[in-house]
């Protein structure tokens, strides 16, 4: 039986239906009926997470989310679930953060029901079989390997080792085959039996939220749900431990930290009461947005003026059921790491700061509209998305507030903002300096990543300075803002065409408009590339556009772009291979006046000497910091480098940056201007004449002469030889990282509506199987994707494998090994249909909001250059889809194949030394070529390139 329902409070629009009620077993549930979704989504979040590990299995709940995947006394097949999924047009994925482990899919609606049945078996009956235990311990530590280069993991590593042993936040919480294999083993501990306890104690219907939507009504779905969830057992569980504030007893502390990549941060955090419950007055959010301001007077500002600070991070970091963080982190320029205490000395004195002025009603106010406003006209998200965020906070908001919980202010109380700043005290502050600078100087390592640091003595009279510093006179609270909208009519839409219609079409620009008549929301979005052909011509030209980008944005921040932002009001410039793109999107009314700005900005840019200096700094460490991404990255870029050039690698960027002078970026912004072609998209609430004079006020702003059609940037693509695989062999760059990585990429050739179809039916059906055999069964890495690309009017199959296991040469063997002896002809024909009907709901998938429509229509003309976009080839890729037969797909799969025009890029970590490159006859004998770093354009001048862009999609 049911418990009484509660409709949550919806955003202005929207249209669906939304019921709360309780199961039996205290399960809560929220549906949510839209007659109109072409995707069912459901989510469970439990509210137990990595606090509650059992100290004698660190990582145990993560390890138990990997776990349910594999299998249930229902559905005992491990890939199960995946299968039913994928073949139903949909994805699955789950996480374990502190205190919750959220579970979520999509799917096509007519497979909702048996999804949610084998979904509910997760929380019912799973099989934690011996063999899968040992088998998923694999992926987990793989998991691990794959973070233990990476910054984000590390400092979070760091950060918990730092609390106090005896607290739960302190323990490890990824798990690897030390803390759940070997530890446990030495200690008489069974991990399996831990898994079993962990599940029967914690996995309890009471601490379970479930939201689920779909295109039935609201009693449909409840009477669908009822059944499948009541089942779940409920034993009254407690839930995470009580644990209390990890930090309180050491305060202040101060660290020095060596990060793996180059960078110069310093972390300054206040420990703080739990803040999460008092959402309706949301006091943290108020310091956020003060310390995290960026305009005129703020703390980043005076930062920045002084060469000191690249941006700055500021807000609750770790926020918890007993406890929260809150951060400012700023990262440093060279010069901000020398001045660290200077740095420091300002963020007291901006405390000081909005201690003296006191709490102010207006900009609370203020910070209210601005979150009314956003949720008035909230954005719809994809469905899988929607839930996942949805069961979270149903854990943390009262059901009435489910849905406008993260954006409404209730209730203005100024002592209880006040009593949160009282606790942003000098002797209540964490700080940690990061920097390469300290490597080779430190004296201890944390437990797990192995983060070399030193705890060093606060300084005691620094501590007495900070406790007594005055006010800063350049450092004062922000001005209102100026673009707050409150124009929010939506233009009347009638006959809109279905596809953006080419308004402009001269020499010098392109404009295609669309008004939205789908969502209504008094919001567009507006998006240009200024194609040149000095953007990308040499590794040079490329460091300077990218130059021109950041100083542009950099110098907009104080005036214009933070203000905008928080209003609701967004822009990205940045640089591509045809040039310089803006996309503006966001409340239509000032809309075109941003954009103006924006541009008048750009084209008549003083590059000034301090603020080139801090961004080339940043861009050289940038680049530099390309070495320690993840390998898979790197083999990314090898195979890009090796097929689709001018693809200017990092290094090669890297080599020319040093040489560049202030000035050198000021003439180029003539160069730049001197010939382009304007391509423009306008989406939204914003009339064809408004679009018109937009583009033409942009044409008079820039005064440019038009770029010819032989002068238009392209990028074709290598043809790989056929009968040959092309091995690129390379060595991984960060000594530190012992993953290797295979990339086997097999060309499909030039597009055509056929192939496509053919290529992209080849992705959807072999996905889950090369995931399941090279991942779940091999074990080879957590990392393991086979993926279909598009790029330069050519398709590509891809499988890449990460692995802290193998070297290269043997995951080749094994995806070669999966390609070769899969079968198309052999999937039973029920199958094969299944999986023709998820692809074609996938192509004809509705945008859920005006983003999405936008990034596929832009994507199709930047794609398209001097061609016409096809706006329309989902639609005929579906229609075309349903005339494949399984013998056509198969046999074109085979052809392929024996073509065999493939590259293999093998990326070997520290652990897999390179191989001797064999010699030609050798290398003849294997019909294969083996290529190392540096040798791709010689490469290339042997072979063909493909054909350019063909606009008739046939």
Known sequence: MASHCVVPTKPLGDKRDYRIFSLANRLEVLLISDPETDKAAASLDLFVGSLADPPTAPGLAHFCEHM???????????????????????TNNAFTSDEHTNYHFEVNPDGLEGALDRFAQFFISPSFTESATNREMNAVNSEFE??????????????????????????????????????PQANGVDVQRELLRFHDTHYSSNL????????ESLDELQALVTPIFSTIKENDAKGNPA?????????PVWYEIVPEKAMHKVKVQFPLPACGKQYLEKPSRYWSHLFGHEADGSLFALLKKKGWALDLVAGATYEQSEFDLFAVSVSLTEDGLDHINDVIRHIFQYVNLVKRDGIQQWIYDEMALIGQTHFRFVEAQQPVSYVSSLANSMQHFAPEHVLSGSYLFWKYDPELISSCLQHFTPRNCFVSVITKRFEGKTTAKEDWYGVPYNKVDFPQDFLQELETIACHDELYLPHPNPFIPTDFDVRAADNTPKYPELILDTASARLWHKLDNTFSKPKAHFSLMIVSSEAYRSPLSAVLTELLVGLCTDSLNEKYS??????????????????????????????????????????????????????????????????????????VQLRRTTTAPPMWAPNRKLEVIHG????????????????????????????????????????????????????????????????????????????????????????????????????????????????EQLRTKEQLGYIVWAIVSYEANHGAFTIIVQSPLKDPDYL??????????????????????KHVEALISNKLEKPKKLAHEVRKHWAEITDAGLFMPVFDRPERQAAELRKVTQEELAAFFEAKL?????????????????????????????????????????????????????????
Not at 153 to 180: I, Y
Not at 698 to 712: F, M, V, W
């Open 146 to 183: 794959n973070g233990v280069s990476q910054d984000t993991w590390r400092m979070d590593g760091f950060f918990r080792f730092a609390a106090h042993p005896s607290h739960p936040f302190h323990h490890f919480r990824v798990g690897n085959l030390k803390s759940l294999r070997d530890d």
């Open 898 to 954: 024996s073509s065999s025009k493939r590259l293999s890029v093998q990326v070997f970590g520290n652990a897999a030394p390179l191989p001797e490159r064999p010699s030609d006859a050798d290398q003849a004998a294997a019909n294969e070529i083996v290529l190392h770093v540096g040798e791709e354009t010689s490469f290339q001048s042997r072979l063909f390139l493909g054909p350019l862009y063909i606009g008739d999609y046939r």
């Open 812 to 833: 080749h063997s094994r995806a070669d090994e999966f390609v070769r002896t899969f079968k198309l002809a052999d999937l039973p024909a029920e199958e094969f249909a």
């Open 562 to 635: 933070y203000y905008a932002d928080l209003a609701g009001l967004k822009f990205h410039l940045s640089f591509a291979f045809q040039g310089i793109e803006l996309a503006v999107s966001g409340f239509h009314q000032k809309l075109p006046l941003l954009t103006l700005q924006i541009l008048e900005r750009l084209r008549t840019l003083i590059v000034v000497e301090d603020r080139f200096q801090v961004l080339k700094e940043q861009m050289v460490r940038d680049l530099d910091n390309n070495r320690k991404a993840q390998p898979y990255h790197r083999a």
């Open 208 to 215: 379970m939220k479930l939201a689920v939507l779909g295109k």
């Open 68 to 90: 349910l995947f594999l299998g249930n006394a229902k559905y005992p097949d491990e890939g199960d679930y995946a299968k039913f999924i994928q073949e139903h047009g949909g």
């Open 243 to 251: 644990c209390g504030q990890p930090y309180a007893a050491s305060m």
């Open 660 to 771: 560049v002078t202030r000035q050198d970026v000021q003439d180029f912004i003539g160069r730049f201007f001197a010939r382009t072609r304007l391509l423009a998209l306008s989406m939204g609430n914003l009339g064809r004449d408004e679009a018109l004079d937009l583009v033409s006020k942009i044409q008079a702003s820039i005064n440019t002469a038009p770029l010819s059609d032989q002068e238009y940037p392209s990028r074709r693509i290598v043809q790989l030889p056929e009968g040959i695989t092309v091995k690129h062999q390379s060595v991984g760059e960060n000594p530190a990282d012992g993953n290797s990585v295979l990339l086997l990429h097999q060309q499909f050739g030039q597009r055509s509506l056929r192939g496509d179809c053919l290529l992209d039916l080849i992705g959807q059906i072999l996905s889950v199987p090369c995931y």
